[in-house]
């Protein structure tokens, strides 16, 4: 059975409600804390369907910057298919249609759009599942629902914030202290993690290494992880419900046109490139469609020039 997994959120919980921790300083950074006990542990992410909405500018669209796996392209509602790729996915809805006129290219630099040269497409793709939480503005991921895992991954901050100084009642570097050794406490976490959380099944590594030997690697320099496979009897599409976009701002400006296909006012959320939240003013954009006046993009207005992404929701 593929691996079960729980809000990242657990470990805060652990950390705040269990080990006392009275500095919040670290919460921000806990995505990295909980990647590198991925890495220690040998697990990977849980993955999930996404989509953004980017431009295309001189006929090349860029990738999301958070993707893994791209999926398919769509422009107008309608199939954009690849000379050099066949896309992992195709549309689940079998009478999307087919572009006669339009096909895209991968390479390292972007994805060429044959047939247009400036305008809106909408990439579908997989990436990490992870959620934001509003008050710190922290992009967490969701893990292996695994107590050993999330102690390890409790120990992991705790390691760090003790590197740099933070003193805690109970936990130390006291050599050969297994109970109080912070060290020695998130070793040990590791290795019982390792041997809780149940390895990659035949078809998953089957699975995994057409997609590390597929052609689409040579066109990228970003390596693609496991995500799309371990755990994808728990993967959340978040396509299909219609109600979330992520658009990203790859260029600082003090305004930020997130357009969408909602047909009703959703509500925003935008975060830097660290993921940290940013606030603006935002207001609805309205185009006439058929004759009602109907909010097609959101505009964000901040004080001075930034980048980063927003979340879209209905």
Known sequence: MPIKYTSGK????KLVINHKVLTTEWIPNIGSYIQDVLDDVKCSYVGAHYKQILPVVNGILAYPDDYDTLEYITVDNAFVRSNNY?????????NLPVFANMTCTLSSSGIKMNGMTNGIATIYYMAPKVEYDTISGAI???IPDNNNFIDACAYNVLRELMVNG???PTFNFAPNNRFTNI???YEDSVKKARNAIEPLTRDARYAIHNILNNPFKPFTNK???????????DIIEIVSTATYLKFTVKIASTTWIIPHGFKTEPSVQTYDTFGKQIFGTSSNVYTSVNGINTPTAVQIIFGEAVNGFG???V
Do not use: E, K, M
Not at 10 to 13: D, G, I, N, R, S
Not at 86 to 94: A, E, H, K, M, Q
Not at 223 to 233: E, K, N, T
């Open 10 to 13: 657990a470990v805060l919980t």
């Open 311 to 313: 979340i879209l929701t």
């Open 140 to 142: 967490i991921p969701f």
């Open 223 to 233: 390596l693609i992880s496991l995500s799309a496979f371990d755990g994808i009897d």
């Open 166 to 168: 933070y003193v805690h």
């Open 183 to 185: 060290v020695l406490l």
């Open 86 to 94: 066949g896309f992992t996915r195709l549309p689940s809805d079998i």
